[in-house]
């Protein structure tokens, strides 16, 4: 990601990482679960993870990671509901946040926490067979100075299941922000699926995710030996494993929380590796926990 010089504070960004743990969280869920006590129209999720380093969409992001924190939240709001083709229209609200004690926060030369926070909102719509399309609006920030305003508009289609295939497209919408820093501003492709299973331990369950991301036109650029941008059209491939544990019930009336853990694979194209020190894969672990009400 591009430089840039934006500046709030990191008392900010900690009161803010506390709301948004004690308040809202990371998977969005199309309704509340059967039985709990938030029946209405209204979802909060959120979530805190731990990674062991952070790549953007195979872009590293640290060169020398130490602890890294991941607070976020999303709002929905459920506008209309119904039997036929259309099952609901739901608008939404997040926040994500990573803050760095690594060489892209207070270890590092710019000596602040608060490396990148990210504004979406959007609208979605549940259809029949489980189908899904969604269409939000980003703002990736570096309240840190470490790189430019990103902005994008993304436009996903996911169907819901055992398998959990999603497509998602990302125009970025500034020639100043982009996520590889290069020369124009470029469209990303990104396909994958979530195939889960329930396990037999305390209502486990373990989803293995892979994705695979692409440049469509000017996402993945580097600068060749003529000194000019070229474009790689394959940026990563991400395949891993997770495991969630509930440690509270469905009925609970402070919502379904659960810990989380696991780690993934990912193999790296031309751009993304040199980004990377000129590393093909990397393997990347991950501790949190989330909150569903």
Do not use: C
Not at 15 to 32: D, F, M
């Amino acid at each position: 990601m591009s430089d840039a010089s934006q500046n709030p504070t990191i008392l900010r960004s900690i009161i803010g990482a506390l709301i948004l743990v004690a308040a809202v969280g990371a998977p969005v869920r199309a309704q509340s679960p059967e039985g709990s006590p938030n029946q209405g129209a209204i979802t909060f999720t959120g979530s805190l993870d731990a990674p062991t380093v952070y790549f953007f969409r195979g872009i590293l992001q640290e060169g020398d990671p130490k602890i890294t924190l991941w607070p976020g939240g999303d709002l929905r709001v459920k506008l209309a509901a119904g039997d036929g083709g259309l099952k609901s229209v739901a608008v939404h609200v997040g926040l994500w946040n990573s803050l760095h004690t690594g060489t892209a926060g207070t270890g590092g030369p710019l000596n602040r926490l608060h490396y990148q926070e990210d504004f979406s909102t959007g609208i979605s719509l549940d259809l029949a067979h489980g189908l899904g399309v969604a269409t939000t609006f980003v703002a990736r920030t570096s309240p840190n100075g470490s790189f430019n305003t990103i902005t994008e508009l993304d436009v996903k289609v996911s169907k819901s299941g055992r398998i959990a295939p999603y497509g998602m497209v990302a125009f970025e919408l500034s020639e100043t922000g982009q996520a590889d820093g290069g020369s124009k501003r470029g469209t990303y492709l990104e396909l994958g699926a979530a195939p889960s299973v329930a396990l037999p331990v305390a209502g486990a369950r373990l989803t293995v995710p892979a994705r695979v991301g692409l440049s469509v036109k000017n996402y993945y650029e580097m600068l060749g030996t003529n000194l000019a941008y070229r474009d790689s059209a394959f940026g990563f491939v991400d395949i891993g494993g997770l495991i969630a544990i509930p440690i509270s019930r469905a009925t609970s009336r402070f919502g379904v929380w659960n810990v989380h853990g696991g780690a993934n694979l990912v193999a790296l194209g031309d751009t993304t590796r040199a980004f990377n020190r000129g590393n093909k894969t990397r393997v990347v672990g991950q501790v949190g926990i989330g909150l569903t009400y």
